[in-house]
């Protein structure tokens, strides 16, 4: 949808008196922050309390961080991850371990 030039000027008019700013400000954040939730599923292999066998890591908190764009600052939360990955599921009980030094990796046998 394409503004008309006198309302393109009257909305350009209205930022200038200083309204609408907090507008845009929060628009800005809500993209970004959203964006940064799309890249840390990707990232994790899995949305926010969601369990998968693809899931590499963990969500472990945010931390807060101030973003300068020409709106104003923006407060964003960036995701932080567990610093190693998940570790697999423990072997069944019962299972033996031979390591085999030619393939190079422990092989399980019952």
Do not use: H, K
């Not at 030039?5 to 909305?11: G, I, P, R, T, V």
């Not at 590499?56 to 101030?66: A, D, F, I, K, S």
């Amino acid at each position: 949808m394409a503004l008309s030039q006198s309302a393109l000027s009257e909305l350009l008019d209205a930022f200038r008196a200083g309204e609408g700013v907090d507008l845009i400000r929060e628009s800005v954040r809500m993209v970004m922050q959203e964006l940064i939730e799309t890249e840390a599923t990707e990232q994790i292999g899995a949305g926010r309390y969601e369990r998968t066998e693809a899931r590499t890591t963990e969500r472990n908190g945010v931390r807060p961080r101030l973003v300068a764009t020409q709106a104003s600052d923006v407060p964003l939360r960036i995701p932080e991850t567990s610093p190693s990955p998940i570790p697999p599921p423990p072997p069944p009980r019962g299972t033996r371990f031979v390591i085999s030094w030619s393939a190079g990796s422990p092989r399980s046998v019952r």
